[in-house]
């Protein structure tokens, strides 16, 4: 099983700076990751697929980065409503997730 | 647009079997590249895989709970069905259904996710 991990747990910033979030994998994934979005009481919403490509209908202040270990998200300038918890997901094996990564108001 | 909604019972006791059904809409597992997959969510913890069924009914488990899980469709009623055996508190999770392509193997659309508790 591949194993994801995240850093940092939680990430506290004000709207307006930027964000970047790490994820690792435990062997190379090649570009086969992806971040989601959830907040609470929601499901989780896909950002970024193959690393670097937004799904349809995200806001460019998204991007993703990374190949083969390492892989960032990073969120340009921080709007209200990216106050949230973001996951990776890689699919090169059987899907595995990573712990998350909350993002919450300084 | 693409819909999914699980429907679950919200209270399991410990060692019953628990069924979830998925009910769909947008899309059909009829048609050739449809996957719908379950993942759960125990309260504060990460998202786990769990099994996956395809258009041409190809099954996948997760290895840890193979043994404890069966998927099945139903492409008469858009519906996906997962059972799990010999439930534990350990499986108290919202549980999710979401969607998959062949062409497009992210989860791109995802029911809106189900409480599940285990307890006596």
């Known amino acids: 099983e591949i194993v994801l991990t995240q850093s940092p747990a939680t990430l506290s910033l004000s709207p307006g700076e930027r964000a970047t979030l790490s994820c690792r994998a435990s062997?190379?994934?090649?570009?086969?990751l992806a971040w989601y979005q959830q907040k609470p009481g929601q499901a989780p919403r896909l950002l970024i697929y193959d690393a670097s490509s937004r799904a349809t209908g995200i806001p460019a202040r998204f991007s993703g980065s990374g190949s083969g270990t390492d892989f960032t998200l990073t969120i340009s300038s921080l709007e209200p409503e990216d106050f949230a918890v973001y996951y990776c997901?890689?699919?090169?094996?059987?899907?595995?997730f990573g712990p998350g990564t909350k993002v919450d108001i300084k | 647009q693409v819909t999914l909604k699980e429907s679950v019972p919200a209270l399991v006791k410990p060692t019953q079997t628990l069924t979830l059904t998925c009910s769909f809409s947008?899309?059909?597992?009829?048609?050739?590249?449809?996957?719908v997959s379950w993942i759960r969510q125990p309260p504060g913890k990460a998202l786990e895989w769990l099994a996956r069924i395809d258009w041409d009914d190809d099954k996948f488990y997760s290895t840890s709970l193979k043994t404890r899980l069966t998927i099945s469709k139903d492409t008469s009623k858009n519906q996906v069905v997962l059972t799990m055996t010999n439930m534990g508190p350990v499986d108290t999770a919202t549980y999710y259904c979401?969607?998959?392509?062949?062409?497009?193997?992210?989860?791109?659309?995802w029911g809106q996710g189900t409480l599940v508790t285990v307890s006596s």
């Open positions: 997901q890689q699919r090169s094996d059987w899907p595995t």
């Open positions: 979401a969607r998959s392509l062949l062409s497009f193997n992210w989860f791109d659309s």
């Open positions: 947008g899309f059909s597992l009829n048609t050739r590249g449809m996957r």
């Open positions: 062997q190379s994934i090649h570009s086969y």
